[in-house]
Nanobody, 115 residues
Framework: VQLVESGGGLVQPGGSLRLTCAAS????????ISWHRQAPGKGREWVAN????????NYALSVKDRFTISRDNTKNTAYLQMNNLKPDDTADYYC?????????WGPGTQVSVSS
Protein backbone atom coordinates (compact mmCIF):
# COMPACT_ATOMS: atom_id res chain seq x y z
CA VAL A 1 0.00 0.00 0.00
CA GLN A 2 1.32 3.42 -0.92
CA LEU A 3 -0.20 6.86 -0.47
CA VAL A 4 1.49 10.02 -1.74
CA GLU A 5 0.17 13.50 -1.02
CA SER A 6 0.93 16.59 -3.08
CA GLY A 7 -0.35 20.10 -3.66
CA GLY A 8 0.68 21.83 -0.47
CA GLY A 9 2.35 25.21 -0.35
CA LEU A 10 2.29 28.73 1.01
CA VAL A 11 -0.95 30.67 0.55
CA GLN A 12 -2.35 33.90 1.91
CA PRO A 13 -5.39 33.91 4.21
CA GLY A 14 -8.54 33.56 2.14
CA GLY A 15 -6.73 31.64 -0.56
CA SER A 16 -7.27 28.13 -1.88
CA LEU A 17 -5.29 24.95 -2.43
CA ARG A 18 -6.15 21.52 -3.75
CA LEU A 19 -4.37 18.56 -2.22
CA THR A 20 -4.02 15.27 -4.06
CA CYS A 21 -3.57 11.77 -2.64
CA ALA A 22 -2.33 9.19 -5.15
CA ALA A 23 -2.93 5.62 -3.99
CA SER A 24 -1.60 2.24 -5.07
CA UNK A 25 -1.25 -1.32 -3.81
CA UNK A 26 -4.90 -1.95 -2.98
CA UNK A 27 -8.30 -1.82 -4.65
CA UNK A 28 -8.88 1.87 -4.20
CA UNK A 29 -12.58 1.83 -5.03
CA UNK A 30 -13.31 -0.54 -2.13
CA UNK A 31 -12.08 1.69 0.69
CA UNK A 32 -12.92 4.89 2.51
CA ILE A 33 -10.20 7.53 2.34
CA SER A 34 -9.61 10.17 5.00
CA TRP A 35 -7.55 13.32 5.34
CA HIS A 36 -5.86 14.33 8.58
CA ARG A 37 -3.58 17.16 9.59
CA GLN A 38 -0.98 17.94 12.20
CA ALA A 39 -0.17 21.50 13.14
CA PRO A 40 3.22 22.38 14.62
CA GLY A 41 3.38 21.26 18.24
CA LYS A 42 -0.05 19.60 18.14
CA GLY A 43 -1.46 16.14 17.69
CA ARG A 44 -2.82 14.76 14.44
CA GLU A 45 -6.51 15.54 13.85
CA TRP A 46 -9.05 14.14 11.46
CA VAL A 47 -10.23 16.56 8.78
CA ALA A 48 -12.58 14.67 6.45
CA ASN A 49 -13.42 11.29 4.99
CA UNK A 50 -15.19 9.96 1.94
CA UNK A 51 -16.92 6.67 1.27
CA UNK A 52 -15.58 4.20 -1.25
CA UNK A 53 -18.09 5.31 -3.91
CA UNK A 54 -17.74 9.00 -3.10
CA UNK A 55 -21.40 9.22 -2.18
CA UNK A 56 -20.83 10.16 1.46
CA UNK A 57 -18.43 12.71 2.91
CA ASN A 58 -17.93 13.88 6.46
CA TYR A 59 -16.05 16.89 7.79
CA ALA A 60 -14.62 18.22 11.02
CA LEU A 61 -16.53 21.27 12.21
CA SER A 62 -13.43 23.42 11.84
CA VAL A 63 -13.34 22.90 8.05
CA LYS A 64 -16.99 22.27 7.18
CA ASP A 65 -18.24 24.55 4.40
CA ARG A 66 -14.67 25.49 3.46
CA PHE A 67 -13.12 22.14 2.49
CA THR A 68 -14.43 19.57 0.02
CA ILE A 69 -13.20 15.98 -0.17
CA SER A 70 -13.63 14.06 -3.41
CA ARG A 71 -12.20 11.07 -5.26
CA ASP A 72 -11.72 9.69 -8.73
CA ASN A 73 -11.78 5.91 -8.59
CA THR A 74 -10.65 5.69 -12.23
CA LYS A 75 -7.40 7.42 -11.23
CA ASN A 76 -6.96 5.90 -7.73
CA THR A 77 -6.79 9.46 -6.43
CA ALA A 78 -8.45 11.45 -3.67
CA TYR A 79 -8.56 15.21 -3.34
CA LEU A 80 -9.05 17.85 -0.69
CA GLN A 81 -10.17 21.22 -2.03
CA MET A 82 -9.46 23.87 0.59
CA ASN A 83 -11.04 27.30 0.24
CA ASN A 84 -11.02 30.39 2.43
CA LEU A 85 -7.89 29.16 4.16
CA LYS A 86 -7.05 30.53 7.60
CA PRO A 87 -3.76 30.68 9.51
CA ASP A 88 -5.13 27.94 11.81
CA ASP A 89 -5.19 25.61 8.79
CA THR A 90 -1.39 25.64 8.73
CA ALA A 91 -0.31 22.01 9.15
CA ASP A 92 1.09 18.95 7.49
CA TYR A 93 -1.74 17.16 5.70
CA TYR A 94 -1.91 13.37 5.38
CA CYS A 95 -4.22 10.98 3.60
CA UNK A 96 -5.08 7.67 5.18
CA UNK A 97 -6.62 4.31 4.38
CA UNK A 98 -7.55 1.58 6.84
CA UNK A 99 -6.68 -1.61 4.98
CA UNK A 100 -6.62 -5.14 6.41
CA UNK A 101 -6.63 -4.02 10.07
CA UNK A 102 -3.88 -1.43 9.56
CA UNK A 103 -3.76 2.28 9.07
CA UNK A 104 -1.60 3.46 6.17
CA TRP A 105 -0.36 7.03 5.83
CA GLY A 106 1.41 9.01 3.18
CA PRO A 107 4.48 11.16 3.94
CA GLY A 108 2.32 14.30 4.04
CA THR A 109 2.28 17.65 2.30
CA GLN A 110 2.85 20.95 4.06
CA VAL A 111 0.31 23.77 3.99
CA SER A 112 1.23 27.19 5.31
CA VAL A 113 -1.32 30.01 5.50
CA SER A 114 0.26 33.35 6.15
CA SER A 115 0.27 36.92 4.90
Amino acid sequence: VQLVESGGGLVQPGGSLRLTCAASGFTFSNYYISWHRQAPGKGREWVANISNTGGTANYALSVKDRFTISRDNTKNTAYLQMNNLKPDDTADYYCNVYFRTRNYWGPGTQVSVSS
